[in-house]
């Protein structure tokens, strides 16, 4: 189960001041629905970053990484911070901070304090947007793992369909196409790498072509901390689009989500929804946002989507004794089980959850059984046998 919420990030009046080498800099990266950079703070702090095209401006560092290492700002301040699930108040850090991840060296007045691993996992230790992607063409490179900044040369763009965009208040939007039901929901959309979903529409997009009449199967689903926000539990909708068109490419086995009532980056906006990197890693990409322009090249084709469990997890070993359940699927063997929302697994097929590797536990969710102890925020323990199954 990928990551459905998204990270979208806006803190007003305070723009993280940037500068870059001359080269062309490439910055490998792990991906696991996400795009995690290994990033260096400072010269000495080592750290897991996320790649968040969304938070164009903004370096972020979450509050668990901080506390357990050995930085310690002088001068922290408070704003207010806006993402998927509302806004909220948070700290940020004023001291000017140097950031580099791979040949890129940043420079940041402000870096904001966020909770990322409540959104995300243990594995989340900071969250990035490249400033300059407003001047510079950016690769994303999903075959090989890499981003690359288009400093001082071109990007090749032989073999890519080119698209329009719009580069407005930070945001990357294209016109895109979802087949529901049948029914054509085409108009802009927010490219958005800090989701790990595949589409999920806006309040605004649920009313003006009413979702919620579309004939077809449908899930209810609860959410956990969505995204950055005060909103703590989201309730969403979830269904099969027939296709998605982006330029002359077709998508398929692609289901989409939908929240009745959302609120900041999922409610009224200029977007219809959120594009997330369940359809972006299909693709090699090259943003040229200074000439508004998207390019794509496909490299991998589409796959059913196969046997799923109706749940999924945060991996929380850096705070408790294992991964906590923050998404359930009202329809799910495992909400019929009595696994609910909150729920600490401690292992899992017989094995520690702490012994699992990253790797390990991402190829857990197409294991065809997961044998569950749990215990419950209450101290209570659990055993459960699930098997994974055919939804759409």
């Known amino acids: 189960m990928k990551l459905l919420s998204t990270i979208i990030l806006a803190l007003s009046s305070l723009n993280g001041l940037a500068q870059n080498n001359a080269n062309d800099n490439t910055m490998p990266f792990v991906y696991h629905g996400h795009i995690y950079l290994q990033t260096i703070i400072n010269d000495k702090l080592h750290v897991n970053t996320l790649f968040d095209t969304g938070a164009a401006n903004i370096f972020g560092i979450d509050s668990v990484a901080l506390a357990q ?153 609860d959410m956990a901390q969505p995204g950055i926000g005060d909103k703590a539990m989201e309730t969403s909708v979830e269904m099969m689009s027939d296709h998605i068109l982006i330029g002359g490419d077709t998508i398929r086995y692609t289901d989409i989500s939908y929240v009745p009532e959302g609120v900041g980056a999922m409610s009224d906006r200029p977007y219809l929804g959120i594009i997330g990197n369940d359809v972006w890693d299909r693709f090699n990409i090259i943003i040229d946002a200074q000439n508004l322009k998207l390019y794509l090249r496909r490299h991998k084709a589409d796959d059913p989507i196969g046997k799923r469990y109706g749940y999924g997890w945060r991996n929380r070993t850096d705070i408790c004794r294992g991964w906590v359940v923050y998404y359930m699927n009202h329809s799910s063997e495992a909400h019929e089980a009595g696994v609910e929302i909150g729920d600490t697994i401690t292992t899992i097929n017989g094995r520690d959850v702490k012994d699992y590797t990253w790797d390990e536990e991402e190829a857990l969710h197409k294991a065809p059984r997961h044998e569950l102890d749990i215990v419950t925020p209450q101290g209570q323990q659990k055993h459960v046998i699930l098997d994974a199954k055919e939804y759409w």
């Open 69 to 221: 290492s050995f930085w310690h700002p002088q001068k922290v301040g408070k704003a207010r911070a806006g993402g998927a699930a509302g806004s909220t108040m948070v700290r940020v850090i004023a001291d000017g901070t140097k950031v580099q991840m791979g040949n890129v060296v940043q420079q940041y007045q402000i870096v904001p304090i966020f909770k990322l691993r409540d959104i995300v996992s243990r594995h989340v230790d900071g969250i990035w947007g490249i400033k300059d992607i407003s001047k510079y063409p950016l690769e994303i490179n999903f075959e090989k793992q890499y981003l690359k900044q288009y400093t001082s040369t071109k990007p090749n763009t032989e073999g890519y369909q080119q698209l329009p965009i719009k580069y407005e208040n930070n945001r990357i939007m294209l016109q895109a196409e979802v087949q529901l039901g049948g029914k054509k929901i085409r108009g802009w959309y927010l490219m958005d790498t800090g989701s790990g979903g595949s589409v999920t529409f806006t309040s605004g997009a649920v009313t003006e072509f009413a979702l919620d009449k579309i004939e077809g199967k449908r899930y209810l689903a």
